[in-house]
Every structure is written in structure tokens, then in C-alpha cells.
């Protein structure tokens, strides 16, 4: 899985899911999701769960952080960062 797919899914997640009353809204690779008020800190609990069980990994609570969860471009990477050991297993 690469990059661009874990962002695309991860797009079309938070799309449906919280801007789903706003279909007007183009959601950028780089664009702040916590800045912008897309993402508050429920929806980032609801993000988690997502990721954890769309891709199969596990986020602990230090990997929670602007770094990590700030774009759609960090999260993919981040993603597939967590994916990448268990793949070489």
C-alpha cells in the first residue's frame, strides 16, 4: 500500500464522515486539519479508530501528536511508517 493510497482513503473517510454536511469543501493533501476546524479532538479519537482498523495498526497515545495528524500527507505517512515492520515480518 502506498502513500497515496492510505491518503486517498483517508480523504474519502473524513470527507463522508466530517464534512459530509459540506460537500462544497476541497480537502488539500497539506492543509491543517486541526487549524481548519475539520478535525476537533473527538473526531481525532474517531480518526484513530479508523486508521487502526482500515490499515491494520496500532496508534499509542505518545504517536498522537500535530506531527503525525496534522495533514492528510502526515497521516499517510505515518501510516504506512507503522505499516512498513510488519510488512518485513
Known sequence: M???DVLERTR???LENFLYARPDVRLADD???FEQGIVDSMG???LVQFLQHEFGIEIGDDELTEQHFGTLRS???FVCA???PSLSS
Do not use: D, G, S
Request: proline letters at 6%; glycine letters at 0%; a neutral charge.
Open 31 to 33: 492543509e491543517h486539519l
Open 12 to 14: 474519502n473517510y473524513m
Open 2 to 4: 502506498t502513500p497515496l
Open 44 to 46: 481525532a479519537l474517531e
Open 82 to 84: 507503522k505499516r512498513a
Open 75 to 77: 497521516i499517510a505517512a
